[in-house]
């Protein structure tokens, strides 16, 4: 039986995630649980999966639900520490949202945890200081993200100098097609819009500015061992092929199935077993196409690309830059196009650090955000 601890189990991934744990109650034990701050839900998964400790990050929150409940709320990002270092723990999942979710992923990892990563945003900030922990700790890091899941499942029993090339696909998000003109005035609603895949708010702006795609490319880089000018990316709108690798005597290799986030979950739970399938079986009668990605609509990929290339702390700066950004779209006080802009201009103007240690990615972190209501948009 393995002990399973998720981050973030209140929103879309964690709340799949436990949906793949429902479907076999014998293999997996929910050993914690943590939310920012939905307490209404966590009260709720607290009922059926029988934690015995979760986290609550907002303080008022986590007050207010340890008034109801009998086991250990531990509150804040220090909370998020102490839960995920319980020995109980086998794997953390780790779904939290944004930057937020690299603290507890280290943290875990040196307290010997697997952990089953579906929070990019962690790899993509620090990606050499976190293959490095998990290195040094012996531990794995298993992507839920589908792209890398894809190429993971297609890796295994490969030796690394046989690969020649990363092939992420992406659907093209909600704005496939459209020309900048066309984006000018787009709203919150249709960017939330996404036409294949169920998420959350902030990966569906990634996923309508192509971004998602690039923090991928940095991901896939860390993850995988491979440089950026070997990881290409093409769109493939039906979702079906989740990614591909091409080995160095010409032969293609994809993962296949419907698009539905609990397959790469159930692949990480289990690995290196697999499970009976819960997903819908894939229908094989839909013809599948692909295209070139459109980067004069969607600046956001090759500027994932600039910040991998230049290195250090300037894919920590991207991905700050793009968090914010989304924010301000989101409540908005910016417009769609103006994200690539706001990105672009902290790219140009970010030194970046070499070799970054935690102390310079969080100060990294915390400067490009406090920029952004000094600076205006170029
Ligand atoms: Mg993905």
């Known amino acids: 039986m393995k002990h399973i601890c998720i981050l973030g189990s209140t929103g879309s991934i964690g709340t799949q995630t436990l949906d793949v744990i429902s479907h076999f109650p014998d293999d997996f034990l929910v050993t914690g649980l943590s939310a920012h701050q939905d307490i209404s839900r966590l009260r709720q998964q607290i009922q059926q999966f029988k934690p015995p400790a979760v986290c609550v990050v907002d303080q008022q929150k986590a007050d207010e639900l340890a008034q109801t409940v009998s086991i250990p709320v531990y509150s804040g990002q220090d909370g998020l520490k102490q839960l995920v270092e319980l020995a109980t723990h086998d794997m953390v999942v780790n779904s939290v949202v944004g930057a ?108 309508a500015t192509l971004m998602n795609k690039g923090l991928e490319v940095i991901e896939a880089h860390w993850l995988f061992d491979i440089s950026g000018d070997a990881i290409d990316v093409v769109i493939h709108p039906e979702a079906i092929i989740h990614s591909l690798v091409e080995f160095k005597d010409g032969s293609l290799q994809a993962q296949m199935a419907e698009p539905d986030a609990r397959l790469p979950i159930q692949v990480a739970l289990t690995y290196p077993r697999r499970f009976n399938r819960i997903v819908k079986k894939l229908n094989l009668s839909k ?92």
């Open 100 to 207: 937020a979710g690299l603290v507890p992923t280290l943290h875990a990892m040196q307290h010997g945890k697997d952990i089953a990563l579906a929070n990019k945003e962690t790899i993509v900030m620090a990606g050499e200081l976190v293959m490095q922990t998990a290195k040094e700790a012996g531990v794995q890091i298993l992507p839920i993200d589908s792209e890398h899941s894809a190429i993971f499942q297609c890796l295994t029993g490969h030796a690394s100098n046989d690969i020649q090339r990363l092939i992420l696909t992406c659907s093209g998000g909600p704005y496939l097609g459209k020309s900048r003109e066309q984006l000018k005035n787009v709203t919150v609603q249709q960017s939330l819009n996404h036409p294949t895949w169920n998420m959350g708010a902030k990966i569906s702006i990634d996923s």
């Open 287 to 378: 013809p599948l196409t692909f295209a070139e990605p459109d980067t004069n609509s969607f600046p956001c990929l090759n500027l994932a690309y600039q910040a991998l290339q230049i290195g250090g702390t300037m894919p920590c700066a991207l991905n700050a830059a793009n968090e914010i950004a989304v924010e301000r779209y989101l409540e908005g006080s910016i417009d769609f196009l103006e994200i690539p802009r706001f990105i672009e201009h902290v790219i140009h103007s970010h030194q970046p650090v070499r070799h970054p240690k935690l102390t310079d990615i969080l100060r990294v972190n915390e400067e490009i955000r406090q920029s952004f209501s000094a600076l205006k948009i170029p």
